[in-house]
């Protein structure tokens, strides 16, 4: 069957239009008890089976307390199908009234309406933009959330910004039992430093009452916390007339000092307990005592960085050691300008480590050659770390001297790299020179390592290996140690050759670093790529020597965080360096039964020191409510934490590449999800395909997952570097830029647009809008089909925007686009440094601003810019099969149109059999939750 036959198979695709509404809740109180949400107030034993074309819930303008909506909902139902595989017609949203967001606001009240978005990702992305353009998303009063790729306002109102912390579910299901009969996991996603809006700085509470030491030093005191269960004070505390407080965590009740709470403000006033920003903020950061150091006994230090520079032979020759030059030369000044306290020291390493002495007095470079790779020491000590300001003229010097190496002296290059002997020096330089307190790591590796400590090069059996796990002793030994020591690397692979990338990117996986993947450095402009990459990554560096710890509310606890560091165990991690990337999916498990209509709360507490040396504790907390009904429990779904947990679970069980069984262990776990909804909440007397709506896309982009290179066949070898990258990328990436590496978004410009759109609706050009009416043509499924011969399209994909046309491209748009002769044949425009020139045309300013907003959503300065013209660039085929994953692939995973009428047969299947959890038995019936692969 074609791919314009399928396309009518959505005719069986009926979406709950009116799945997440939430009524209107009057909130009475200050900070309202957000949590429960009784979505069909007056009629709970009312059935939910949906009707064809009658929406299975009661419509907003029925409970929504007598505040009239002016919400037009226009929903046209699609026609019911006799057979899935009957094409009837296409269910797209033109159909649909796309209403913006409106949302009348009342003292002391808010609601959320009932509006719906698309089920087609393209479609669903605009929508769920524009609904956000005119309302502030409320934490204590919204609980359906944006998009990962919205950018939204946020008003923290004693819950944190959802971008801080999200939980899979906001109406947490009472018991085990009903979470099973979602078949989806409990769990969170934790961002810490994630980007928010307004992008206020997070306060820092005063504990201001600094107690006056013997020794004359001031010491911080120590924020109030729950004696029972160490839970730092935070909105959901309860304060008692008797001075006593009851920790919203272990429900304890403690006495506490006044003078404790009610502290003493700058002005010598005593301040009011409700301003205090503790208890009414969602997230603030504590100063903290000396008894909170890493190292004990000793003073946290600014960050320290260390720049390792491979020189081999081939780096020297493939430009690698050149743009790596360059590429800390822009680091060092960024260091200079913003972060000033820091300190820095350069490294390379041939066959032998060489090291360099920074001291400020000196009047030329000075290098210090180690040939003892399988016994390191350090040379000096006195000048390897110094002020970037201090030294700046050393430094460039020094530079200009590894530059002069690198060109000139070419007869002293040398093959082999000591890579594993270069990582242990710098962690010995960084232990030395910080007391053991740790820092950052940057280094660049252009070939396999082949002497002294850590030599991969008797490995000749990598071609055989099924699995993605790191087995080499000293790799995994000094990963350990590093993480001991706070220690984080970021490493830059410089070329496309089999490196072992399992193996050398092991300690930058454990120790949270972030690693870079240059596969043709010369061809690509690789180069001038690199140094921008490494400013970006140094420009969001929030702190290091991080602790995490997250605390449920009783009944609940941490059964999981996904990471490795932690063998994916409830052990506190450890992150030597946090950025504003840092993201940690954990999942949680059931102690106790919970008490329905209660609110359950979250803390996740991260212990760690600013780049400038000061020890803080952030605090970050959100609730949802209990709920013993799996139609609440459904609606309030959070897909996006419930797609990272399922990811996560996949690649900690990659113990055998078996990808053909791992598709299938995703699907069964599709269908599950799917069939449970089927039967316990949307009926099962439809014929038509149900997708809840808070999880209408989860099978695209599960699907899209399965088509990822990481999941291809592998015919040759497990451990190719683009398999091992692309894994890493899953377990680095924070939700927005997975979001887009999930599904590209594309972005049609050969279309007629209006004034307004793609113009930034705020004054911090940060949310972008396009007029309701553009929708429909702005919105680009990411298939072959959707791209129109002539066409020219902007596409993300998180990391790189691309840009695509043809020979039949209109060659004015590009002139306005670009500023390319239309007389140059296409194969011949290039882009400078890959970035999009300032032309100053309409079409060149909108463009601009796309790329502007998916810098800010994904927390980048720049974006590289790269053409992507069919038959013209090399990389076009592999580049185009990654972005347009709709389509049928090359190793026959299916289109997404044919996918979802797969999953529908089998649900219906398992429905006849009556193959499914129930929840109105007992706790017999369990789930046998402990599957092979996923763990929920
Ligand atoms: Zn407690």
């Known amino acids: 069957m074609s791919q314009d036959q399928l396309a009518g198979d959505f005719a069986s695709l009926n979406l709950e239009q009116n799945g997440p509404q939430i009524p209107h809740v009057h909130k009475k109180h200050k900070r309202p008890n957000r949590a429960y949400f009784d979505i069909r107030p007056g009629s709970p034993s009312r059935s939910a089976t949906p009707v064809m074309g009658v929406p299975p819930f009661n419509t907003a303008d029925s409970?929504?307390?007598?505040?009239?909506?002016?919400?037009?909902?226009?929903?046209?139902?699609?026609?019911?199908?006799?057979?899935?595989?009957?094409?009837?017609?296409?269910?797209?949203?033109?159909?649909?009234?796309?209403?913006?967001?409106?949302?009348?606001?009342?003292?002391?009240?808010?609601?959320?309406?009932?509006?719906?978005?698309?089920?087609?990702?393209?479609?669903?992305r605009w929508e769920d933009q524009n609904q956000h353009l005119q309302t502030t998303f409320e934490t204590a009063n919204n609980s359906i959330l944006p998009l990962p790729s919205t950018e939204f306002y946020c008003m923290d109102q004693g819950s944190c910004d959802p971008r801080l912390m999200r939980l899979s579910m906001y109406n947490v299901p009472e018991d085990e039992h009903l979470r099973s009969a979602t078949k989806l996991p409990l769990g969170l996603t934790v961002q810490p430093f994630a980007p928010i809006l307004p992008s206020e700085v997070i306060p820092v509470v005063g504990s201001t009452d600094n107690i006056i030491l013997d020794d004359g030093s001031g010491e911080v005191k120590e924020p109030l916390r729950c004696k029972r269960c160490r839970t730092y004070i935070n909105p959901g505390f309860k304060f008692g007339y008797d001075s006593s407080a009851i920790c919203n965590i272990c429900h304890v009740k403690m006495q506490i000092s006044m003078d404790d709470f009610n502290s003493i403000d700058p002005t010598g006033q005593r301040g009011n307990p409700a301003d205090?920003?503790?208890?009414?903020?969602?997230?603030?950061?504590?100063?903290?005592?000396?008894?909170?150091?890493?190292?004990?006994?000793?003073?946290?230090?600014?960050?320290?960085?260390?720049?390792?520079?491979?020189?081999?032979?081939?780096?020297?020759?493939?430009?690698?050691?050149?743009?790596?030059?360059?590429?800390?030369?822009?680091?060092?000044?960024?260091?200079?300008?913003?972060?000033?306290?820091?300190?820095?020291?350069?490294?390379?390493?041939?066959?032998?480590?060489?090291?360099?002495?920074?001291?400020?007095?000196?009047?030329?470079?000075?290098?210090?050659?180690?040939?003892?790779?399988?016994?390191?020491?350090?040379?000096?000590?006195?000048?390897?770390?110094?002020?970037?300001?201090?030294?700046?003229?050393?430094?460039?010097?020094?530079?200009?001297?590894?530059?002069?190496?690198?060109?000139?002296?070419?007869?002293?290059?040398?093959?082999?790299?000591?890579?594993?002997?270069?990582?242990?020096?710098?962690?010995?330089?960084?232990?030395?020179?910080?007391?053991?307190?740790?820092?950052?790591?940057?280094?660049?590796?252009?070939?396999?390592?082949?002497?002294?400590?850590?030599?991969?090069?008797?490995?000749?059996?990598?071609?055989?290996?099924?699995?993605?796990?790191?087995?080499?002793?000293?790799?995994?030994?000094?990963?350990?140690?590093?993480?001991?020591?706070?220690?984080?690397?970021?490493?830059?692979?410089?070329?496309?050759?089999?490196?072992?990338?399992?193996?050398?990117?092991?300690?930058?996986?454990?120790?949270?670093g972030v690693v870079k993947y240059y596969p043709n450095i010369i061809a690509n402009e690789d180069e001038y790529l690199l140094g921008k990459d490494m400013v970006d990554e140094i420009s969001k560096i929030e702190g290091y020597q991080a602790l995490l710890k997250v605390r449920p509310s009783s009944g609940l606890s941490v059964e999981s965080y996904y990471l490795d560091s932690v063998e994916y165990g409830d052990r506190d991690p450890m992150i030597p360096v946090v950025t504003k990337d840092t993201t940690i999916d954990v999942l949680l498990k059931y102690d106790n039964k919970l008490k329905?209509?209660?609110?359950?709360?979250?803390?996740?507490?991260?212990?760690?020191?600013?780049?400038?040396?000061?020890?803080?504790?952030?605090?970050?907390?959100?609730?949802?409510?209990?709920?013993?009904?799996?139609?609440?429990?459904?609606?309030?779904?959070?897909?996006?934490?419930?797609?990272?947990?399922?990811?996560?679970?996949?690649?900690?069980?990659?113990?055998?590449?078996?990808?053909?069984?791992?598709?299938?262990?995703?699907?069964?776990?599709?269908?599950?999800?799917?069939?449970?909804?089927?039967?316990?909440?949307?009926?099962?007397?439809?014929?038509?395909?149900?997708?809840?709506?808070?999880?209408k896309t989860l099978p695209l982009y599960l699907l899209s997952f399965e088509k990822s290179n990481l999941m291809k066949p592998n015919n040759q070898s497990a451990r190719g570097n683009d398999r091992c990258f692309d894994l890493l990328k899953y377990g680095m990436f924070s939700p927005s830029k997975l979001n887009f590496k999930l599904y590209p978004q594309i972005i049609p410009f050969h279309i007629l647009l209006e004034q307004e759109d793609l113009s930034f609706y705020d004054a911090n050009e940060t949310m972008l809008q396009v007029k309701p009416t553009t929708i429909p043509n702005i919105s680009v499924r990411n298939s072959h089909t959707s791209l129109e011969n002539g066409g020219c399209y902007f596409i993300f994909n998180g990391e790189t925007v691309y840009l695509w046309f043809n020979e039949n491209t209109n060659r004015m748009l590009l002139y306005d686009l670009l500023a390319v002769d239309p007389s140059l044949p296409i194969n011949q425009i290039s882009l400078f440094f890959g970035s999009l020139p300032e032309t100053g045309t309409d079409i060149n300013i909108k463009a601009a601003n796309v790329i502007k907003y998916w810098c800010h959503i994904t927390s980048q300065t720049s974006l590289p810019l790269l053409l992507l013209r069919p038959h013209v660039d090399q990389y076009y085929s592999s580049v185009s099969a990654e972005l347009l994953c709709e389509d049928k692939t090359m190793n026959m995973i299916e289109s997404y149109n044919n996918y979802l009428v797969q999953l529908h047969r089998r649900i219906q299947e398992k429905i006849a059999k009556d193959d499914y959890v129930k929840v109105t038995q007992s706790g017999k019936n369990h789930e046998q939750f402990h599957q092979k692969f996923v763990q929920f």
């Open 276 to 512: 205090k920003l503790e208890i009414t903020k969602g997230c603030v950061d504590f100063l903290v005592p000396k008894i909170y150091n890493a190292v004990q006994n000793v003073d946290p230090v600014p960050l320290h960085y260390i720049f390792v520079i491979d020189v081999t032979l081939l780096a020297n020759e493939n430009g690698s050691s050149v743009a790596m030059i360059e590429a800390i030369k822009g680091s060092i000044e960024y260091i200079k300008e913003n972060q000033q306290n820091c300190k820095v020291a350069i490294m390379s390493f041939d066959n032998k480590l060489r090291f360099y002495n920074l001291r400020p007095d000196l009047e030329a470079a000075q290098e210090y050659i180690v040939n003892e790779v399988n016994d390191v020491f350090l040379p000096l000590y006195n000048g390897l770390f110094v002020n970037p300001l201090e030294s700046e003229n050393i430094i460039n010097d020094t530079l200009k001297k590894i530059y002069e190496f690198v060109v000139g002296d070419k007869y002293s290059h040398a093959p082999q790299s000591c890579y594993g002997a270069a990582l242990e020096a710098a962690s010995m330089a960084l232990d030395t020179a910080t007391n053991k307190q740790g820092g950052k790591i940057i280094c660049s590796l252009n070939s396999l390592p082949t002497v002294g400590n850590g030599n991969l090069s008797l490995k000749k059996d990598d071609a055989i290996k099924t699995h993605l796990k790191c087995d080499n002793e000293f790799y995994n030994k000094i990963s350990a140690k590093m993480l001991r020591s706070y220690i984080s690397l970021d490493l830059y692979v410089t070329n496309g050759g089999f490196i072992d990338m399992i193996t050398v990117t092991k300690p930058a996986e454990i120790t949270s």
């Open 596 to 695: 329905v209509g209660t609110d359950v709360h979250f803390q996740t507490a991260l212990l760690y020191t600013d780049i400038h040396g000061v020890r803080k504790v952030r605090s970050i907390n959100c609730d949802g409510g209990v709920s013993n009904n799996i139609i609440d429990v459904f609606k309030l779904i959070n897909q996006d934490v419930v797609m990272r947990i399922i990811i996560k679970d996949i690649i900690r069980t990659l113990d055998v590449c078996d990808f053909v069984n791992i598709r299938k262990v995703i699907d069964e776990k599709i269908v599950d999800v799917l069939t449970q909804y089927r039967a316990l909440v949307s009926g099962t007397s439809s014929t038509q395909l149900i997708l809840p709506d808070a999880l």
């Open 63 to 124: 409970f929504n307390n007598g505040v009239p909506t002016d919400i037009s909902r226009g929903f046209t139902p699609v026609t019911q199908s006799p057979h899935p595989n009957m094409p009837m017609g296409t269910a797209h949203m033109e159909d649909t009234n796309s209403p913006v967001y409106q949302q009348q606001q009342m003292p002391g009240s808010s609601y959320e309406d009932d509006s719906t978005t698309s089920h087609i990702i393209a479609t669903q």
